[in-house]
């Protein structure tokens, strides 16, 4: 394995700050994951209570720690106020590839936050990491994700069908994939 993520890794782009996340963070990871339009395209259970979101939090701390994943808080820079996660989850260090995920809070969707987020995090799974390739699963229904992954230079590898079952129903997955060497830093 190439990397640890201790120390943890804080990282800057041009008009945002990534931390650690801590319990304080508890009623924004209700926000974002207790967000029902925020969810919809997110196979997952709300998460609506503080114990929920400071078990969240606990997960996402626990997976660093096992350099298994790693997630970022992502700020804007003059605040230490959560408005986004994005992260490394999959991480398949055999084969050099990740997966890549991430959540805005909807107050802040159409900013180009999230293209400017994608790429901070990218430098660091190519540079740091050193992968050779980051997936990012969706549901071809998210529309503003996937044209926020095509900014990024993310092509698309598949389209499952019917391949998860979440709440009663089958529902598809696409994959999109980003290798080192099309990658513009």
């Not at 970022?72 to 995920?101: M, N, Q």
């Not at 936050?113 to 050193?130: G, H, P, S, V, W």
């Not at 996937?146 to 009663?168: C, S, T």
């Amino acid at each position: 394995m190439s990397y640890t993520f201790s120390p943890f890794p804080n990282l800057e782009s041009d008009r945002l700050l990534y931390r650690a996340i801590n319990e304080n963070d508890a009623n924004e990871i209700i926000a974002l994951r207790g967000n029902v339009e925020n969810m919809k395209y997110i196979p997952r259970p709300l998460v609506t209570t503080t114990e929920e979101a400071l078990a969240h939090i606990k997960m996402i701390q626990d997976k660093i720690e096992t350099n298994e994943g790693i997630n970022w808080v992502v700020t804007e820079k003059g605040s230490d106020k959560l408005i986004a996660l994005i992260g490394h989850y999959r991480i398949k260090p055999e084969h050099f590839r990740c997966e890549i995920g991430y959540m805005f809070l909807p107050g802040y969707h159409g900013k180009g936050y999230a293209t400017e987020a994608i790429k901070t995090i990218l430098k660091y799974a190519f540079n740091d990491m050193k992968m050779h390739s980051v997936e990012a699963i969706i549901d071809p229904k998210n529309t503003g994700s996937e044209r926020v992954l095509q900014k990024n230079g993310f092509v698309k590898e598949a389209h499952l069908v019917e391949n998860e079952y979440y709440d009663g129903r089958f529902i598809d997955s696409v994959i999109y994939s980003l290798l080192k060497r099309n990658f513009i830093q």
